[in-house]
């Protein structure tokens, strides 16, 4: 049985410093989710219970583990490319996605730079064709393509009449 | 409007007036609070009207309200969607109607939306007709042919009284009971009773109280099973009365319901894009589906774009097919193709998993708590129940691809059928778990700006995913698909185009 899905993966990768983009957001998971556990254990101090230790020890390695291991894989699985009918993206880890909109259904096209995005002079390219569940999002692309990519996307929508459903 | 408003608010606060003036025995300050809150009432009112102003230009509907906090909506013409007109009981005595137009946001994927509220009936009419009737270019040219003309307002369907017995096997018996008692929770509220001091009532749950237990469950049972019933049928009466679904000779679907409050809802012909076929599962055993329309720039509000009340499946199937000019067997009568042997074991997997799950979490409650040890053994139920659900899921599943529509079913306690204009697909995307690739399946979503935004085909063969796809609209992913030139040359055994 044939089980991958024959489809070719879209011809680009995303930039890789989006690796480090990926494991700066599990650091701040990390900051996010022990800090709490940790100061719990020095305000209590000699009365914390034992546990407290344990769950600590345990999201601090699963995190730590997960951004040493998890983002250079989700390098590995992100491409993307836009040909001349269609802005194609291949993402997920457990669960791969797939999404190809057509650019001549195209509505807008949005750049977005995170704080940890503009620290790694990275962006998000959002296309949005006319419907609710159709968005396809581009992560961790160099700023410079990722505005050269919108620039080019919104000539191409511009050229095109109609409103697209 | 000028006595709409603050009447339709007065009917609201109606039992509010009753509860201060008789709890109040005549007491004097009370009549001037009640008559107080009246004029501030009428004052209001006449402030909105005379801030409210509308006006309809070349190519916008514009509304200005509001007095201190002015508003200002305006919608493009050409992106109107639908018109609906809706009179309440207060707007229909003074023959006035709510004018909804809804239109696809410029910028993002959202509606806007603008009320004319009170209107006078005959105009709002015309404006429907007036906003509809805007010719509005198709998306690429070839999308839609024009409706061919019919002689005006050519009626598809019109209610049978007979189907309200479809009425208590949809959730609107649910909401029934909750109208029913809400309705005597109020009476008795207002009336100031407690349902306990009147003398029948005590007397008949002093004596349920000393019934056992199973006699109680099952005089509870019955009663709010008869009380649904009623609630349903009422709910059906008031939402479907004089029924009746048109086509205008400008090729817009128009359907026209209401007891009390009237409604009307005009589905475009440009912007309908499919027709999804809804049962529930207690519908279903009744050999019941409801039709809805698939569109763009439906409002949620609008029962979902329901065609028709309950109805017979053939029923169903026939105002799906007159809706679309369609032959059945070429949209949700189509024949489906199965899924996969895998996809039968991903379903079973699934509820079992959670019914496991579920028995699991009863026996620990059973063992933690002793006076719910029964909860263990009964939970086992569960487990019959689930694989009848998974084999149910399953033979819901499968699609087709006809000359101009893509067809998808699943669902079990909710099954839908779709059928979608390959037309109005526009884009794709593609799911696939670990799981799911291990079994060699993929969950395949059809894009489309009508709807849901997304019409999903569940658990099909990882080849025939891409090859439906590719089958559907053919240009988009000629440039992606790997065994193009291979397997779906043929098409992957999907017929490619019209005809």
């Given at each position: 049985m044939q089980t991958a899905l024959p489809l070719r993966p879209p011809a680009h990768q995303v930039n890789p410093r989006a690796i480090r983009w990926w494991q700066l957001r599990a650091v701040v998971a990390l900051i996010l989710l022990t800090v709490p556990q940790l100061s719990a254990l020095v305000v209590l101090a000699?009365?914390?219970?034992g546990w407290l230790v344990g769950t600590t020890i345990a999201t601090a390695v699963t995190v730590a583990g997960y951004a040493l291991i998890v983002p250079p894989i989700l390098f590995r699985i992100h491409r993307w490319e836009v040909t001349d009918q269609a802005v194609y993206t291949l993402s997920g880890l457990l669960v791969r996605e797939w999404r190809i909109a057509p650019i001549s259904r195209v509505q807008t096209v949005d750049t977005e730079h995170g704080p940890l995005q503009q620290l790694l002079r990275l962006a998000s390219v959002t296309v949005t064709t006319a419907s609710a569940r159709g968005p396809v999002k581009i992560n961790g692309l160099a700023a410079a393509d990722a505005a050269e990519l919108a620039r080019m996307l919104t000539e191409t929508t511009q050229a095109t009449p109609g409103d697209a459903t | 409007m000028l006595v709409v408003t603050p009447l339709d608010t007065i009917v609201r606060l109606l039992p509010v007036f009753a509860i201060v003036l008789l709890t109040g025995r005549g007491d004097p300050v009370r009549v001037w609070i009640a008559l107080g809150i009246t004029g501030l009432l009428i004052l209001l009112g006449a402030i909105r009207w005379l801030t409210t102003r509308y006006r309809i230009t070349a190519d916008r509907v514009e509304l200005h309200k509001g007095w201190l906090n002015r508003q200002r909506t305006s919608v493009p013409r050409d992106r109107i969607r639908t018109v609906d007109l809706t009179a309440k009981l207060v707007h229909r005595i003074f023959g006035l109607s709510v004018v909804r137009v809804s239109a696809a946001a410029g910028s993002h994927a959202g509606l806007h939306q603008l009320d004319l509220d009170a209107v006078d009936t005959a105009e709002a009419e015309g404006l429907r007709r007036e906003l509809l009737a805007l010719p509005v270019p198709a998306p690429d040219g070839s999308a839609e042919a024009p409706a061919p003309a019919a002689p005006p307002a050519e009626e598809l369907a019109r209610l049978d009284p007979s189907w309200v017995r479809y009425a208590p096997l949809t959730v609107s018996s649910l909401a029934g009971i909750g109208l029913v008692l809400g309705a005597v929770w109020r009476l008795f509220d207002d009336l100031g009773v407690d349902p306990r001091d009147v003398p029948t009532v005590d007397t008949a749950a002093d004596r349920l109280a000393e019934a056992p237990v199973w006699v109680g469950t099952a005089v509870v049972g019955v009663v709010l099973l008869v009380i649904a019933v009623v609630g349903s049928v009422l709910l059906f009466i008031e939402r479907w009365w004089n029924y009746r679904l048109t086509r205008e000779a400008d090729g817009t679907l128009r359907v026209r319901r209401g007891l009390l409050t009237r409604r009307s809802l005009s589905v475009s012909g440009r912007r309908l894009r499919g027709v999804l076929v809804s049962e529930p599962l207690l519908l279903r055993a009744g050999r019941g589906a409801q039709a809805r329309a698939v569109s763009?720039?439906?409002?949620?509000?609008?029962?979902?774009?329901?065609?028709?009340?309950?109805?017979p499946r053939a029923e169903a199937g026939r105002v799906a097919a007159v809706v679309l000019h369609e032959d059945p067997s070429m949209i949700v009568g189509a024949p489906l193709r199965r899924h996969p042997r895998a996809a039968l074991t991903r379903r079973l997997t699934r509820v079992l998993g959670s019914a496991v799950g579920l028995i699991a979490a009863a026996w620990l409650v059973a063992a933690l708590l002793p006076g719910l040890a029964w909860l263990g053994p009964v939970s086992l139920a569960l487990l019959p129940i689930a694989l009848l659900l998974g084999l149910d899921r399953y033979r819901s599943l499968g699609h087709a691809l006809t000359a101009r529509y893509l067809v998808a079913r699943q669902g079990s306690l909710h099954r839908r059928t779709v059928a979608l204009q390959r037309t109005g697909v526009i884009g794709w995307t593609f799911r696939q778990s670990v799981f799911q690739r291990r079994a060699g399946l993929v969950t395949v979503q059809a894009v489309t700006a009508a709807g849901d935004g997304g019409y999903r085909v569940l658990d099909i063969a990882a080849a025939d995913g891409a090859a439906l796809a590719d089958a559907t609209t053919p240009d988009l992913l000629d440039p992606v698909h790997h065994t193009h030139r291979g397997v779906s040359a043929s098409g992957g055994g999907y017929r490619t185009g019209p005809g």
């Open positions: 000699d009365s914390a219970p | 763009t720039g439906l409002a949620e509000d609008t029962h979902g774009g329901a065609l028709q009340p309950p109805a």
